[in-house]
């Protein structure tokens, strides 16, 4: 495929034929306007015959609300930059030469620093600025996260039980699902993965609306039509779970720029894992939304491990934060174990998505304390005692607690008797659900369309007679 | 290289899908033969003028992919739009190419979100061979996308097509894939006073008889209605009266009209570009043997393209695809006028 420029089409259509990437290697001068032009050389910033903003040679030519391309490349200037031997004006910006053949390093030595604000205790890390939560807000959270975590370990023995097919749980990454949740507005818009039910939590979802979801009956939002965990709410502003690795990450650069089409005071924050940047939707998605300059925020919930997959087996960057710069996106490292820190970069992040219109990259920190799925035994590809160590001297939620507590907010009995609760909650939501008749059999047949198409009515038609002639091959309890 | 139209995704309203137009009376096309014609267009004029006056009359329905901005589209489909409508609205993109959008997220979306995400889009460009461009460039995927429910595709063949099917799929609430042809951008039909209106629109699902005849159904779509149509004309010196239908719809299929012309010439040879084995020949087929089984008087027949990787040398080209010949060959045998021979195994 030939090279194209993403400047030079309204040129090459003048001429009527593509140039070639070697035509346009021409130092700098001082030529004319059309001189210049013929040349296929752009200048940007400091050219004197047109500001960035009519390189692209027509009126309506314009990106929309594009920044300077050029600025942003454009090196610190000095008197010996305009020297005509030591740089040059590609397509893209200037760029200086340099005589010592040098390969950047696959790797800058030094890692990334990880933000954090409290420490494994719980204790605001002397010298660290962060927003404070208060007290109401910071309630709100913690008790999402034992509700989160409790709702895991229910469901997943509910699965163990065959009660249900499926599920997965979030055990290990609690803060990032409820303190991300708890920096966003109700207006912002979310694309799961499928690891990220706490913010659905936090928005309101009930833990009725969340059995109902698995067990797959009448009262699924859903309609029967998806597995366990696959939760979807329009209300919430929650985009239905799909299982496809990273498919919602290209597809939140385009809901964020309907936000950007029509103004909207709001942001997409979108979520994956660290298996999910190898997915060439990862790439597509963060160019993109470079490109598109919208309004999306990319949390990748780094927990080291990708069903079986160690990070080491995953990719040799320093982890997932180096990629944002790759594609000019501004990109932070924060640990994701560490509710306020987390609370603190979406919160920033969201306000600089928004007022800029640019995506962010947070890669979060954190670790999977439980099996990827029920249909994974972890203790297969991983040591026993890494698990228990991340479950008890790392864990989010009684680092969170500590802090909580510390401030008064929070106490032991407020704690027993709040597990207490939500289990007797969920264990009634459960049963309701359980009972719950399932959805009718016309559920299968729509939606696959706007309208039902001819094909799909005469076969619900002629399912319908069928049932109606042999009753005792079909399962009473389901309604038509 | 597809361009993609599309309403914009509105998030967060309760109830509904907000931001549909109102459909306005559409002129649905039902005749079978052109009206007196006086104005010839070719198809990309077809086509850019469907999506400039849907892009006029709805605001939320924006333009983006490769190169339809600023080159005015790959194939100067879009020529105009960027000057008219501004960067908003039609936008260019980087590059990214891949199918599995398509089948497991526009088509499936809606279902799996039980009706909360519809995907009102269009995916549209060139299908299909073209002429000398190797393997990777030429396969139809007509048959690919025709298999899952959730998409509707479309195929044209003519001017007429190309206007009134972009204009019904752009205000389709569903996902649609449109299949355009290369070698028929620059092909020009006539065109009616009806046809030029701005409400003209065509029915999805809805197949076109080109021309009538009695002796044997030829289905086609889009180039190869123009090889059925040549085909036709040298049967009738024959004395062999074709009904070449022009499929226009390959999801949903329209079964009924197929079946009906089989049921009257009894007959039936099916022609497309694309790979023998599953394609949209198989489906209608299928669909004509389960239907009127009693009514075949001959085997059914399919004319497809070679079951191998488009070659890119002129005369393996020209082997591996359908010609007006293959077509007349197979209408004979289904009428028994020729000695069967066996077709590639």
């Not at chain 1, 499928?194 to 797959?216: D, H, I, K, S």
């Not at chain 2, 009738?236 to 010439?265: C, G, Q």
């Amino acid at each position: 495929m030939a090279f194209w420029l993403s400047k030079s089409r309204s040129i090459s259509s003048l001429l009527g034929k593509r140039i070639g990437l070697l035509t346009i290697l021409h130092e700098r001068n001082k030529g004319s306007f059309l001189h210049s032009r013929r040349d296929g050389v752009f200048r940007y910033k400091n050219s004197p015959e047109f500001s960035t903003k009519s390189a692209t040679f027509s009126a309506t030519g314009q990106r929309f609300k594009s920044s300077k391309t050029g600025e942003q490349v454009e090196l610190p200037s000095s008197d010996e930059d305009d020297d005509e031997n030591q740089a040059v004006d590609f397509p893209g910006g200037r760029v200086a030469f340099t005589s010592r053949m040098n390969f950047t390093s696959e790797s800058s030595g030094k890692r990334i620093p990880c933000f954090r604000v409290l420490d494994d205790n719980g204790y605001p890390i002397a010298g660290s600025i962060f927003e404070q939560v208060n007290k109401e807000v910071a309630v709100r959270m913690y008790s999402g996260m034992v509700t989160l975590q409790i709702m895991d370990t229910i469901l997943y023995e509910t699965q163990r039980q065959g009660r249900i097919s499926f599920y997965l749980t979030s055990t290990g990454e609690e803060a990032i699902n409820l303190a991300s949740a708890a920096a966003l507005s109700p207006d912002d818009v979310v694309l799961p993965q499928y690891r990220e039910p706490g913010v659905l939590l936090w928005r309101g979802f009930t833990l009725q609306e969340f059995a109902n979801q698995c067990f797959g009956n009448k009262a699924d939002y859903g309609k029967g039509r998806q597995m366990p965990i696959h939760y979807g709410s329009q209300k919430h502003n929650y985009f239905t779970v799909s299982s496809p690795i990273a498919t919602q990450l290209p597809q939140a650069a385009g809901v964020a720029y309907s936000l950007k089409m029509d103004k909207k005071d709001a942001c997409v924050v979108t979520y994956m894992g660290d298996g999910g940047t190898s997915e060439g939707d990862f790439h597509a998605a963060l160019n993109f939304a470079a490109v598109t300059e919208v309004p999306v925020i990319f949390i990748c919930r780094n927990n080291g491990w990708a069903i079986s997959t160690p990070i080491t087996e995953q990719f040799r960057s320093d982890g997932v934060v180096v990629r944002g710069q790759a594609y000019g996106i501004r990109s932070i490292r924060v640990d994701g174990n560490d509710a306020l820190a987390v609370y603190n970069s979406v919160r920033t992040a969201r306000q600089t998505a928004i007022n800029e219109q640019r995506p962010i990259l947070i890669e979060a920190l954190t670790y999977r304390v439980g099996h990827h799925s029920t249909s994974d035994d972890s203790t297969k590809y991983r040591a026993v005692d890494e698990i228990e160590h991340w479950k008890t001297a790392q864990n989010p939620v009684s680092r969170f607690r500590k802090w909580v507590q510390g401030n008064g907010w929070w106490t032991d009995e407020d704690e027993s008797e709040f597990r207490s609760n939500i289990r007797k909650q969920l264990m009634e939501a459960i049963q309701l659900a359980a009972r719950k008749e399932k959805p009718p059999i016309a559920n299968l047949f729509t939606d696959v369309y706007e309208e039902n198409p001819p094909n799909l009515v005469e076969q619900e038609r002629s399912l319908g007679e069928t049932i109606k002639k042999h009753p005792q091959d079909y399962p009473s309890d389901v309604p038509l | 290289m597809f361009g993609i139209i599309s309403h914009k995704l509105v998030a967060s309203t309760a109830g509904g899908s907000p931001g549909q137009p109102i459909l306005r009376a559409a002129v649905l096309a039902m005749m079978s033969n052109y009206s007196t014609a006086t104005k010839q267009i070719m198809v990309r004029e077809a086509l850019n003028s469907a999506l400039d006056e849907e892009m006029a009359a709805d605001p939320t329905v924006f333009l983006m992919g490769e190169e339809v901005g600023e080159y005015e589209g790959a194939y100067k489909v879009s020529k105009g739009l960027l000057r008219k409508y501004g960067p908003q609205r039609v936008v260019d993109t980087p590059i990214t190419e891949a199918i599995d959008h398509i089948i497991n997220s526009a088509a499936k979306t809606n279902y799996m979100s039980a009706g909360n995400i519809n995907v009102p889009i269009v995916f549209r460009g060139p299908n299909g061979p073209a002429a000398g461009v190797g393997a990777q460039h030429s396969q139809c995927y007509a048959a690919w996308y025709s298999s899952c429910p959730g998409l509707k595709v479309l195929a044209p063949y003519s001017s007429e097509d190309a206007r009134g099917l972009l204009k019904t799929a752009i205000r389709d609430p569903d996902p649609v894939v449109f299949l355009e042809n290369e070698l028929l951008y620059g092909e020009s039909f006539p065109v009616s006073d009806e046809v030029l209106d701005s409400s003209f629109c065509l029915p999805i699902g809805k197949a076109k008889i080109e021309k009538e005849g009695k002796d044997v159904t030829i289905t086609a779509f889009s180039r190869m209605v123009g090889y059925a149509l040549k085909a036709a004309e040298i049967l009738e010196k024959e004395d062999l009266e074709a009904e070449v239908i022009n499929l226009r719809s390959i999801r949903p299929l329209d079964r009924s009209l197929i079946n009906n012309s089989v049921r009257k010439t009894n007959r039936l040879v099916t022609v497309e570009e694309g790979f023998p084995q599953h394609g949209v020949g198989a489906e209608i087929c299928a669909s004509v043997v389960e239907e009127n089984f009693n009514y075949l008087d001959a085997p059914v027949e399919r004319i497809s393209g070679a079951d191998a990787p488009m070659p890119y040398a002129a005369n393996l080209e020209r082997l591996a695809l359908p010609q007006v010949e293959d077509v007349v060959r197979a209408a004979r045998r289904a009428c028994y006028r020729s000695v069967p021979t066996a077709t590639t195994a």
